[in-house]
């Protein structure tokens, strides 16, 4: 019985979720320097006219953006749920690794370069992720203490790839503006390619932590209780490794660095579904979707025409709720 009560709880749950981004992915479409009715949207999804203005500002302008912001909200989120369940620390986020600031690198020096359209920069922005990420694991089996090594090594290569940024933004010159506002985080350059991107790289992510949510369960109980149980501890070290350094470079190679959004959402969802992976997995994603959709849904609404960079609104909202967090948990267990 108890058993059954637990999965309808799930499916009521995972309902309420799809339910809420669903509004919010409509709410996202509506809202813009030009507002929309929910009727002409649904008549621009249903037949495109070329001619029609609002078709042309839902097709080509806000659906992908939308969408790319569903997809990042998702990648990061669950990033950070392998980033805390990989280190065993409930304040680890994607960011932690030095991947990021090394995608950032590799995408600000494509701008730095100049004539690259979208998808060059986010290849450039991808081969610094990548390139750090091989960097930082050499480095780390040269060790005994694995998860720990790669702990110090992201905030050292966090600090050396922030400080190649800062060198590099000297020479900017009259690209500076476009450059710092993209490092703030933001989906003005979104395109269906890159949504298609992200898309492969969110579902890749997504199967693979679902795959591996039972042997993360038993992580979460110790190394040595997972050794016990059968599980390749270092195999499963270097997936989730993997997971959170490709979803957090795929994000920022296409939309900067969106703070909090890894962080604070598993948390978030660890409320609503408890903490046992099979349902933590979905929940986060579509958590992590539905805040980030409706942050850039602020971002480009509130002071329309100017927007705001996403990762200003992310801050702005995830920092108050990790204090809450912190504050609430503080009597007990910030994993429950």
């Known amino acids: 019985m108890d058993k059954i009560n637990s999965q309808s709880s799930c499916i009521w749950q995972i309902c309420l979720l799809l339910t809420l981004c669903c509004a919010v992915l409509l709410l996202g479409l509506c809202c813009g320097a030009v507002k929309i009715s929910p009727i002409r949207i649904l008549e621009a999804l249903s037949s495109f006219d070329s001619n029609s203005t609002a078709s042309r500002i839902i097709i080509d302008t806000r659906l992908p953006r939308i969408i790319l912001a569903g997809l990042s909200g998702m990648s990061l989120s669950l990033a950070g749920l392998a980033a805390q369940t990989l280190f065993r620390n409930p304040l680890a986020s994607p960011y932690m690794l030095g991947v990021s600031n090394g995608s950032a690198l590799g995408a600000v020096t494509g701008m730095l370069i100049g004539g690259l359209n979208s998808v060059s920069l986010t290849a450039c922005g991808m081969a610094g992720g990548i390139i750090s990420l091989i960097l930082i694991k050499f480095l780390a089996s040269r060790t005994g203490n694995f998860t720990g090594t790669i702990l110090l090594l992201g905030i050292a290569s966090n600090a050396l790839f922030s400080a190649l940024v800062s060198g590099i933004l000297l020479f900017a010159g009259e690209r500076l503006q476009g450059i710092v506002f993209w490092l703030m985080g933001g989906f003005w350059r979104a395109s269906w390619a890159a949504s298609g991107m992200l898309a492969f790289t969110a579902a890749g992510g997504f199967a693979a932590m679902l795959i591996l949510a039972p042997a993360m369960n038993v992580l979460l109980l110790g190394d040595s209780t997972a050794i016990s149980s059968g599980i390749k501890l270092r195999r499963l070290q270097l997936w989730l490794l993997l997971i959170v350094a490709i979803l957090s470079a795929a994000v920022v190679s296409v939309a900067g660095v969106i703070g909090f959004i890894g962080l604070i959402v598993p948390h978030l969802a660890r409320i609503v579904c ?19 959709i409706a942050a850039d849904t602020v971002a480009r609404s509130m002071f329309a025409p100017v927007e705001i960079p996403v990762g200003i609104i992310t801050s702005l909202i995830g920092a108050p709720i990790l204090v809450w967090l912190i504050l609430v948990k503080a009597r007990g267990d910030l994993w429950q």
Do not use: H, N
């Open 274 to 292: 408890g903490s046992e992976l099979r349902k933590l997995v979905p929940a986060c994603a579509a958590g992590g979707a539905i805040l980030t």
